[in-house]
């Protein structure tokens, strides 16, 4: 047979169980009344000014399928020759010089990516050594 101890604790912990879960849910409940209306809408519903954080569009290179060895194996550390690095960097680029250029789309962010990727190099590395105004500069280029 159980004591009244035993009866008493066992009540106890039911009761503080129950306690503790209305408190959280009024908790929730007060809280969620917080929260906007906006922020189950769409972004793309929204009609705002500019958002610095606009999408961009997809790159239409494939840059994940391309080969780095161009830069890889000209480009090393631990100095990482300027002339070298910029040259090979332009001799990779160059072909993909419109898309790179275009700043609507996430061209550039994914070439870097699996530049660093491969080369493991600093980052803002080319974007410190190769710098030109307006973009990427190639011959032939308008």
Known sequence: MRSLRDFCNHRIMKL??????????LLLSVFSSFISDNV???????????NLLQKKKACP???EFLNYTIITS????????????????????CPYADELNDLSNDCATTMFSYINLYGKYPPGLFANQCKEKG????????
Request: one cysteine or more; glycine letters at 8%; a positive charge.
């Open 61 to 63: 290179v494939k840059f």
């Open 16 to 25: 503080n169980f129950l306690s503790s879960s209305l408190f959280l849910f």
């Open 40 to 50: 189950f809408i769409k972004s793309e519903t929204l009609v705002s000014g500019r």
């Open 74 to 93: 000209q480009c090393k550390g631990p100095k990482y020759p300027p002339k070298k690095c910029c040259a090979a960097f332009k001799e990779f680029a």
């Open 135 to 142: 973009g990427l500069k190639c011959p032939g280029q308008k």
